[in-house]
């Protein structure tokens, strides 16, 4: 963003008569519009736009209340719920800030997905977060993506137990057209299927050596880019709570919840172009998240 896209800060600005009067050395003079409504004395804020596509609310909430049916069947143990208590060993321990440890967060992966976290909170949360991007991705539309996905975040008996139900999930025709997917979960043609999962931060809610949860506050990018789209591509905020346990030298997830937010206030920013929003998601590669 420009100097001249900022409040006070236009092309029209004038220079101050005073002499000692400047705005970082330009002798630039922050000017106030009036607010006849009684605003912050930079003008009335635009009206936040309430249309939305009814299919793209229809898709995320689909969708996510699909991933967390699965993630809930047979009952789990509970002993690693994201509600903030400890256990009777377990250490409930409060947020800390996103900074670098120092120490080296991954030493592999699986697949396409990062492996041999740390056996200690640090490696609790890098798991976490690269596994709500896992879970997050298109490529659980793609069976045989979705089961190497599975087979490499979930425990083995978890995932196991579970993999006809999420294929079931995932393949079902009135599922994939509220969403706008051909009924083999591909997108139509001329037309890209984005969803992203971009974690913003992770907190430690509980940790006890072989046991972990883990809340991961992340964003997400769901939709389709492309001409004629009736389900643009739009931006959610979530808090994924997982249940870990330690198994086989990794951290693998056994439970997880999800609840809406913290989501900040929506910027009046134009929308990209739909071929412009495909060309940054197949342009711009993910990450590796660790703390």
């Known amino acids: ?58 898709g995320v909430v689909v969708l996510l209340l699909a ?14 719920g994201g509600d903030g208590t400890s256990g009777s060993n377990g250490k409930k321990t409060g947020s800390a800030p996103t900074a670098a440890t120092g120490t080296k967060p991954v030493t592999g992966k699986n697949g396409e997905i990062a492996s041999g976290f740390a056996h200690d909170e640090q490696g609790a949360q890098s798991a976490a977060a690269n596994y709500s991007v896992a879970l997050g991705s298109a490529a659980m539309f793609d069976r045989n993506q979705r089961r190497a996905i599975t087979t490499a975040v979930y425990a083995p008996a978890v995932a196991a137990a579970r993999q006809d ?5 995932y393949s079902g025709e009135a599922f994939l057209a509220n969403i706008g997917l051909n009924t083999d979960g591909t997108a139509p043609a001329g037309q890209t299927f984005i969803s ?84 940054a998601v197949e342009q711009f590669g993910g990450f590796t998240y660790a703390r």
């Open 165 to 169: 139900a999420l294929d079931k999930v």
């Open 196 to 279: 992203r999962s971009n974690p913003v931060g992770t907190k430690v809610v509980k940790f006890n050596g072989d046991t972990a949860s883990v809340a991961v506050w992340y964003s997400a990018l769901f939709g389709l880019a492309g001409e004629g789209s009736k389900n643009p591509v739009s931006e959610s905020w979530f808090t994924n709570t997982f249940a870990l346990t330690w198994i086989d030298g990794d951290w693998k997830v056994t439970d997880f919840t999800q609840k809406d937010g913290p989501a900040p206030v929506g910027r009046d920013q134009a929308a990209s172009p739909a071929g412009e929003m495909a060309d």
């Open 67 to 80: 991933a967390i049916a699965f993630a809930n069947m047979g009952g789990g143990d509970g002993g690693n």
């Open 1 to 58: 963003m420009s100097l001249g896209d900022e409040d006070g800060y236009g092309n029209d600005s004038g220079r101050s008569s005073d002499g000692y009067s400047t705005l970082g050395g330009t002798r630039q003079t922050r000017t106030r519009l009036p607010d006849s409504q009684g605003g912050d004395g930079y003008g009335p804020r635009r009206p936040a736009r309430k249309s939305r596509s009814l299919f793209t609310v229809i």
